[in-house]
């Protein structure tokens, strides 16, 4: 990627509309370092807006050659994302489909390596469930919002503090909405 084309993205990344539905700049950041240096290769991100956290995380996979499945419910934000990510050049990178995750993840082919959570909090658990058979070992797990919507995802929570398979920590990689996200390695 050359200097310009970044300059380019950062400043799309400024421009888009971003509002309390929008994943932080800092935790877009983290979500962006998080795969490059996991060397992620194939990520799915559940819930995608406008698409800010996808540019982000668009960014990292293609530095490592990976590739990004956005998945949306709304058709009219599937589009608005879709139209950021054509003006980042990323859509080689980042697929957006549009449809409700749950039919989706079942339907995507292949194994993948990085799951970003961010669409309905009290459905958490239910998204992991659908994506962990295709979820290699070592794969990464984020999900936001887990401080202020806790309550909703008690079940999501529960079960990562409990199952032998993951090893989980809380981050806050933004003070902007008070809020923060697990990062958790699935060990096998
Ligand atoms: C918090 S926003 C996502 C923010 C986005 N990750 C970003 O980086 O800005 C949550 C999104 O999840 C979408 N959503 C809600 N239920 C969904 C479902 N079952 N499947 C896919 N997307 C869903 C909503 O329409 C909304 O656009």
């Known amino acids: 990627m050359t200097d310009r084309l970044l300059q380019s993205r950062e400043s799309l990344l400024k421009r888009i509309r971003r509002t309390p539905m929008s994943t932080t700049p800092g935790d877009a950041m983290l979500?962006?370092?998080?795969?490059?240096?996991?060397?992620?290769?194939?990520?799915?991100e559940v819930g995608v807006f406008a698409g800010y956290g996808a540019i982000h995380m668009g960014i990292a996979f293609e530095r490592t050659g990976g590739r990004l499945y956005s998945l949306e419910i709304d058709p009219k934000r599937a589009a608005a994302a879709q139209s950021n990510i054509r003006k980042a050049d990323l859509e080689k990178t980042v697929t957006?489909?549009?449809?409700?995750?749950?039919?989706?993840?079942?339907?995507?082919?292949?194994?993948?390596?990085?799951?970003?959570?961010?669409a309905v909090k009290r459905d958490y658990l239910r998204y992991l469930r659908a994506a962990e058979p295709k979820l290699k070992p070592a794969a990464l797990v984020v999900a936001d919002n887990v401080i202020v919507h806790a309550s909703e995802m008690r079940d999501f929570l529960r079960y990562l503090r409990s199952s032998p398979d993951y090893e989980t920590v809380l981050v806050r990689a933004s003070m902007e909405k008070g809020d923060g996200m697990t990062i958790s390695l699935k060990l096998r």
């Open 31 to 44: 979500l962006r370092i998080l795969i490059q240096t996991a060397r992620a290769r194939r990520g799915i």
């Open 96 to 118: 957006v489909l549009c449809g409700d995750a749950l039919e989706l993840i079942p339907r995507l082919r292949g194994q993948f390596d990085f799951l970003f959570l961010d």
